[in-house]
């Protein structure tokens, strides 16, 4: 599976309905935790030049609050849940302001704790996520503890290019955006997941799906 | 002079002639390297990703790896007239974005194991690597002028060096 390229359509549909079941139980969470409604996209399966990561989701300057997790166990993989700066402050206000029922400023609060606020839902996003692929997969798996950063999404993405660099010039990724609503002003928070299956993990996935 | 500029993408390797200037926006685990022979007025800048190329180069791109990159760097140099011996480097980039307590895998590493590379095969081929900004957590963004030969390194947070 070292070459990306030879993918037929209907394993990368089927890799979408992987990202497409994680999604849906990553929104509940995500609803649960914001006591919001959450819209969700259907997944894309994406072959993306690893050259062209961050052109390919957004302005490569623009400034992203990260989390990233890596799962270990039966089918391995890294995951990413990107938001706006700007998107993730107002995510940790509205979840501080639904703890201690008062609105306060995310740049009154220290930046500590706001990564701790945003670490902890970027896990539980992504731990739904993975939950749910495992369960239809029937692997077991451990989650590592959240790294989070914030910086330049073309930095952030580094970390795709050199998993995927290793083995060639494409990188294989399911990327779904999940958006609350119901928030004042009419603003939106939102967040995209990525997932970058290992590339030796995909035959297993393939196999388990029956594409292959 | 005016500069014009060039910037460059993921695994682009360039050499140019003054008065230009190269820039690499975004700099991860990446490695951004300078090289330049000031009397012959001759510039190059390489956008590397990873150490090493395993022998797996196919029709990837020469810039892409430290062990492949810094020798095509070199020769590219001498061709437009660059004198080795005359020829300095400076260096930017290789930081490590998320850090996993308690999990090692090799590509949250791999930022400095861009910069070790690199500097070995600037060593093997007797180059002075004269400056550097490696490592850390914090993306970076970096302009080489071949006006003063000076590399401006902009990290979020930390604001502008000159190195």
Aim: net charge negative; hydrophobic share 45%; charged share 20%.
């Amino acid at each position: 599976m070292s070459d990306m390229a030879s993918f037929t359509e209907r394993q990368l549909d089927a890799i979408k309905e992987v990202g497409n079941i994680g999604t849906g139980n990553a929104a509940t969470a995500l609803s649960g935790l914001l006591a919001r409604m959450i819209h969700m996209d259907v997944p894309e399966t994406e072959l993306v030049s690893i050259y062209e990561l961050a052109e390919h989701y957004g302005d490569p300057m623009k400034i992203v609050g990260a989390v990233f997790v890596r799962s270990l166990g039966g089918f391995q993989c890294s995951l990413i849940f990107i938001q706006d700066e700007e998107d993730a402050k107002l995510m940790v206000e509205l979840l501080l302001k639904q703890q201690f029922g008062t609105f306060i400023p995310v740049d009154e609060i220290p930046q500590e704790m706001t990564d701790s606020a945003l670490t902890e839902v970027g896990n539980i996003v992504l731990s739904s996520f993975l939950n749910a692929i495992n369960m239809l997969l029937g692997t077991q798996h451990q989650i590592s503890v959240p790294g989070v950063a914030h910086d330049m999404l073309s930095s952030i993405l580094d970390v795709v290019a050199s998993i995927y660099g290793q083995m060639g010039e494409t990188a294989l990724l399911v990327n779904t955006e999940l958006s609350a609503e119901g928030l004042e002003e009419g603003r939106k928070i939102s967040g995209h997941i990525i997932l970058i299956p290992d590339p030796d993990s995909l035959e297993l996935l393939l196999r388990k799906l029956k594409v292959l | 002079m005016a500069e014009n500029t060039i910037v460059l993408g993921m695994a682009d390797l360039m050499v140019i002639r003054a008065p230009i200037k190269l820039v690499t926006l975004g700099l991860g685990s990446c490695i951004g390297l300078v090289v330049y022979d000031s009397t012959a007025k001759v510039a190059g800048m390489a956008h590397i990703m990873l150490p090493n190329s395993r022998g797996l180069m196919g029709s990837e791109k020469v810039g892409k790896f430290a062990d492949t990159a810094v020798p095509a760097l070199i020769d590219a140099m001498e061709k437009q007239g660059a004198v080795k011996s005359r020829i300095k480097a400076k260096l930017a980039g290789g930081a490590q974005m998320f850090a996993l307590p308690g999990m090692s895998a090799d590509f949250l590493t791999v930022g400095a194991k861009n910069v070790t590379e690199t500097k070995k095969r600037l060593s093997l081929l007797r180059i002075a690597l004269i400056a550097s900004d490696t490592g850390g957590n914090k993306g970076r963004t970096i302009e080489f002028s071949t006006s003063n030969w000076m590399l401006k390194v902009k990290t979020l947070g930390k604001g502008v060096s000159e190195i």
